[in-house]
């Protein structure tokens, strides 16, 4: 999330699309209530669903799944064409005035319908998905247009490329109604266009997992940013993120393609075969509109090699010599990756026993950290098999799950025959500890991180379940000891400061490790002495730090040598904004530098410091300074000095991108194409002149999916959750209330369907994909309507995802798993599956 | 506390229409809460464990009848939280059964057989109160009829049946909960406890084992020290100190097929 959740209260419109918060952050709701009943904000929820939220809703519009961009490119059509956009926020904040590469083409060029310039029949060269500029060859110096009518400049591309996405466009490829379509137009974009209104976006699953779920995000940002919504109260792109710490696992880096704090992982290229190669590659060169006057592009993630040194130094501080020392040897200690590694990659990589190149070795062990891919992984059925192919697997959960006792039943889910006698992976199941059984941090979707004490013990007797913390610690101290003679490359492993430096830092194990995260010197008189926060951070290996989004969670002072200060266990429950736009900044600790709202550097006027919306001011500029209790401003200087800098600091010209440089695979605006298996057999943006579907996204070779317009499998199925239950239900199909309240699966489907396939509330139903099939019961609903799309009627059905074959509870919370229907294919950038758009068929049981 | 969700709702609902002709007699549920003191004996705040808003929560622990060790028997949301202001979901306000459940009680049967410590409730004329077996046997061919005094016997076929007016001694770890480290080796067809040394000891070989069979060193010139016999999935629901020994733990191990639901 740009904002956090009490922000919610801010906003002046409020649009639900892609969640449903009601039902899947039922508590953060209140927030959204209290905008309504206090601000009179409109609650706008655009669902395929008539869900729990669209209940509470001002307006409601039903919206085909996996159509998300057609809908949001209809809006941003709205905003250019009748003008209703915030210009000066445009003109001041975003690289709408930046000059495009003159090769550039949008999607509506009638050379390349549906494409962007570069298209070369299978990829894309995207050179020109550039600026000009004014200094070449050096490339730094941004061509600006002073008029936004420029027609080289990124405000006309945009409007060029959405100029198609007018409501009867929506209508065709959406199903909504033009009239429901323009009343949300009308509310969202009129009701937040103004300097002193905020409208905030909340989104979830329901729009990052498409194979256009990156590009969802993308359109979202840009409507944002026309309308000023980006770094205000009551604004933001927020995602409403799903588990508790989910935030705070991905901060952290346990994903393929990243090391800790957002940097990426290394490749296996020759640009990162170095620690200065490494930073070459990854350091991006400043860019600057208006280079050598005010305001100063600040390029923040110019600072990268500062962060990754002190995350090496904290990982193997003594390999590179006398400290301080840059840590060029560390850096080789690195993995660098060959290939696309995310979760559905990895699963066909384990199913595939013939690894070719750039794979060498098979999959043969397998950690599973409190997770549960045989129920909530993608194409289940394949996944579970894949399963098989393991020589052992360490699951560390608090209750059985489908995935530790997955050896005992069949792929599809039935108990096996011969009891698991003829299945030979051998498993562990260490016993971890529940939420509230163990100390430590969680960072909710708002970046906030929360102190945890510790409310009793993990249960068991003379080797008892224990905090996942003691289980790796201990695991690891056993790795160690197995390579204290010698293996393969045992440098890595015999110099990891393991779990971390506990001589020097004191505290509990978990309190250390935090000291780790946040950072400190390790050299020098103040060796061991906390880091103020990441701004201290050295790229010479004077300096240790685990996470510098975290610098900063562990420290009080006002210089060298700072005390160590839990801040994340802070709970002073004082609003500390005058202004009351719930900023709490006493209570836990927000990363970065316990800012609330990021990029807040964008809620004044630009060059005066003076806030955007009076009644709602984020930080303003008063008497030569920060007005007090503001929230803490977003690397922002004075903004009337000659030093003031552009207000998205993260970015290299520090400026919102409307349009993307070379960002995301399909190219540098969201176009609309179809999910992999649609009832369409032609895009109708483009008349079927254009690709179809995604023409970038991977698909994977020996995976199942329906071909366009299947009549086999005609209908439309989503995915979700409900508030009783979580996730792959490895927690609460343990729990006696919450599987009586849902105790088992269903499909959601129209009285429309139902009375066409003679289908009764309550009847047994067989769904089925071209993956697989579940029986369960049928919900016949108001909820879901049939769709017309392109003039033809589009029927959809949606199921929860919650259930498998365990549960220790009598009667078992067992049933069939939805996930089992879905695709292995995934978004063109993230490989995130597409759960929540595909094709299935459903028929009365026998 | 451990009044159950069906009582709460049975009387509220009689007592709404009862009141209504001042008729109902409201001593059981005094007797309930006079049997029913607060569960628990320290409290700890914590983090709800479920969704990414945060919520704040009072988890309150102590011990419990027949188990040794502390049990959370009890969560409400903090008040002081500045996001949830003391408000829980449904989720969330049943977290404490992670930890302990109520046993269930099941609904009296005719010519049933019973075992001591079962526990049913009247098949008719259930006014809140419930029967615990204290001598085993096979249920009568009506039901009898029901004493409403806490400690009063009644015969029932060969079954002794004894009054309960509180849920007391009906609450246990959830039974669940797995609480020693199991080991299944290939082609077994059962679980095996063992110890943490041993799990250990054993985990540790099999990764050197398959880290030194399946290192990478280099591709071409470039060192790469990449292990691809090892994958990890998995970690969002814990804390942010385990997240980042993950990392730290795989990555010197050089296992790039490093993944958590993130996607999933």
């Known amino acids: ?846 | 506390m451990a009044i159950t969700r069906r009582d709460f709702l049975k009387y509220t609902a009689v007592t709404g229409a009862a009141l209504m002709f001042g008729v109902f007699d409201l001593k059981p549920i005094k007797a309930y809460a006079d049997a029913n003191p607060p569960v628990w004996t320290s409290e700890a705040i914590s983090v709800c464990g479920y969704c990414s808003v945060g919520c704040s929560m009072i988890i309150g622990s102590g011990t419990i009848a027949g188990y040794s060790g502390n049990y959370v028997t009890y969560v409400q949301g903090n008040p002081d939280s500045p996001i949830n202001k003391g408000a829980l979901c449904s989720k969330g306000h049943a977290s404490a059964q992670l930890s302990t459940v109520v046993v269930a009680y099941s609904t009296w049967k005719a010519n049933t057989a019973y075992r001591v410590g079962q526990c049913v409730l009247p098949a008719t004329n259930y006014i809140g109160w419930k029967y615990e077996c204290t001598t085993a046997g096979t249920s009568g061919a009506t039901e009898p009829i029901w004493p409403t005094t806490d400690g009063t016997p009644i015969t029932d076929g060969t079954v002794t049946w004894t009054c309960r007016v509180s849920d007391a001694g009906a609450r246990i770890p959830n039974p669940g909960r797995l609480t020693q480290p199991l080991k299944r080796a290939g082609g077994a067809t059962a679980w095996t406890p063992i110890t943490w040394a041993q799990a250990n000891s054993e985990i540790a070989a099999l990764v050197k084992a398959t880290r030194d069979a399946t290192f990478v060193t280099t591709d071409g010139t470039i060192t790469v020290n990449r292990c691809e016999g090892i994958a990890s999935i998995g970690g969002a629901a814990f804390n942010n100190e385990s997240c980042y020994l993950i990392t730290k733990l795989m990555r010197a191990l050089g296992v790039v097929y490093l993944e958590h639901q993130a996607r999933v």
């Not at chain 1, 070459?280 to 100063?296: F, K, M, Q």
Request: hydrophobic share 35%; aromatic share 10%.
């Open chain 1, 1 to 846: 999330m740009t904002n956090h959740w009490v922000d919610m209260k801010n906003a002046d419109a409020i649009l639900i699309m892609g969640s449903n918060a009601a039902e899947n952050h039922p508590v953060a709701f209140k927030w959204i209530m209290e905008a309504k009943t206090n601000r009179g904000a409109k609650i706008i929820s655009v669902d395929p669903r008539y869900t729990r939220s669209s209940s509470k809703a001002d307006i409601y519009a039903p919206m085909r799944s996996g159509t998300d961009i057609a809908f949001l490119g209809g809006i941003i059509n709205y905003a250019l064409t009748y003008g209703k956009y915030n210009a000066q926020y445009v003109r001041d904040c975003t690289n709408a005035l930046c000059k495009v590469n003159a090769g550039f083409q949008t999607c509506r060029d009638v050379g390349h319908p549906g494409y962007f310039s570069g298209w070369g029949g299978t990829s894309y060269t995207t050179t020109t998905w550039d600026y000009q500029f004014d200094n070449a060859p050096t490339n730094t110096d941004i061509s600006m247009a002073t008029d936004l009518n420029d027609a080289a400049c990124v405000f006309q591309k945009l409007k060029e490329q959405y100029s198609i996405y007018t409501p009867a466009m929506v209508e065709k490829i959406c199903g909504t109604p033009q009239n429901k379509f323009l009343e949300i137009c009308q509310a969202y974009v009129d009701g937040t266009m103004a300097d002193n209104k905020s409208g905030t976006i909340l989104y979830a699953m329901g729009w990052t997992q498409h194979t256009v779920g990156s590009q969802n995000i993308r359109a979202a940002a840009i409507l944002q940013l026309l309308l000023g919504n980006v770094g205000v109260a009551g604004g933001g792109i927020n995602a409403l993120r799903g588990w508790h710490n989910v935030q705070g696992s991905t901060d952290h880096a346990i994903l393929y393609h990243l090391i800790t704090g957002y940097n990426p992982s290394p490749t296996n290229t020759a640009s990162m075969q170095d620690l200065a190669s490494y930073h070459t590659a990854n350091t991006p060169a400043t860019l600057d509109p208006d280079l050598g006057n005010p305001p100063v592009s600040l390029n923040w993630w110019s600072n990268r090699p500062r962060y990754v040194n002190s995350m090496l130094k904290a990982w193997w501080p003594n390999v590179d010599g006398a400290n301080p020392a840059v840590p060029t040897n560390a850096y080789q200690y690195l993995p660098k990756r060959h290939k696309d590694l995310s979760h559905i990659s990895l699963f066909e990589d384990m199913l595939d026993r013939t690894p070719d190149s750039p794979r060498t070795y098979n999959i043969d062990g397998l950690f599973v950290w409190g997770s549960n891919p045989a129920v909530m992984g993608p194409d289940t059925i394949r996944e579970r098999t894949a399963l098989n192919s393991l020589s052992w697997m360490v699951v560390c959960d608090i209750f059985h799950t489908e995935t530790s006792d997955f050896w005992k039943y069949n792929p599809d889910g039935t108990l096996r025959s011969d009891g698991g006698s003829g299945q030979n992976t051998t498993v562990y199941l260490l016993p971890g500890a529940a939420f509230f059984e163990k100390s430590g941090s969680v960072t909710n979707s708002g970046r906030l991180a929360q102190w945890k004490d510790l409310g009793c013990a993990p249960p068991g007797g003379s080797d008892p379940a224990k905090d996942e913390l003691d289980i790796l610690n201990d695991l690891g101290a056993a790795i160690k000891l197995a390579y204290a003679g010698g293996g393969t490359v045992p440098a890595p492993v015999q110099n990891l400061n393991w779990p971390c430096d506990t001589v020097n830092l004191t505290g509990t194990l978990t309190e250390k490790v935090a000291k780790e995260i946040h950072g400190y010197f390790i050299s020098g008189p103040n060796a061991y002495t906390p880091v103020g926060n990441f701004v201290g951070l050295a790229t010479d290996g004077s300096t240790a730090c685990g996470n510098w989004l975290f610098s900063g969670t562990y420290a009080s002072g006002t210089g060298v040598p700072y005390t160590w200060t839990n801040k994340m266990a802070s709970r002073t429950a004082t609003e500390t904004h005058p202004a009351n736009i719930g900023i709490y900044a006493n209570w836990g600790y927000a990363w970065p530098l316990n800012r609330r709202i990021i990029y807040n550097g964008a809620s004044y006027y630009q060059g005066t410091g003076q806030p955007l919306a009076p009644d709602k001011w984020v930080i303003k500029w008063e008497s030569g300074a920060w007005a007090a209790g503001g929230d803490v401003p977003d690397g922002m200087v004075d903004p009337t000095g000659t030093g003031r800098r552009y207000p998205f600091i993260m970015k290299t010209a520090g400026l919102a991108n409307l349009m993307g440089i070379k960002a995301l695979a399909e190219g540098p605006f969201p176009e609309h194409y179809e999910p992999k298996e649609t009832p369409l057999t032609a895009n109708p943006l483009t008349s079927g002149a254009g690709p179809l579907s995604n023409p970038v996204a991977y698909s994977y070779p020996g995976a199942a999916y329906a071909p366009p317009g299947s009549a086999t499998y005609p209908i439309v199925c989503t995915t979700y959750r409900l508030t009783e239950h979580w996730h792959g239900g490895g927690l609460t199909r343990n729990l006696p209330t919450q599987a009586e309240l849902m105790p088992e699966p269903f499909v959601e489907i129209s009285e429309e369907l139902a009375a066409i396939k003679g289908i009764s509330n309550g009847a047994n139903v067989i769904v089925s994909s071209a993956r697989g099939s579940v029986t369960v019961k049928a919900c016949v609903t108001k909820r879901f309507k049939p769709f017309v799309i392109d003039g033809a009627t589009v029927h959809q059905v949606g199921m929860p995802w919650h259930w498998g074959y365990i549960s220790s509870l009598t009667p078992p919370c067992t049933g069939a798993s939805a996930s089992v229907l879905t695709p292995h294919i995934g978004d063109a950038n993230t490989r995130i599956p597409e759960y929540k758009a595909f094709m299935v068929d459903i028929a009365l049981a026998p």
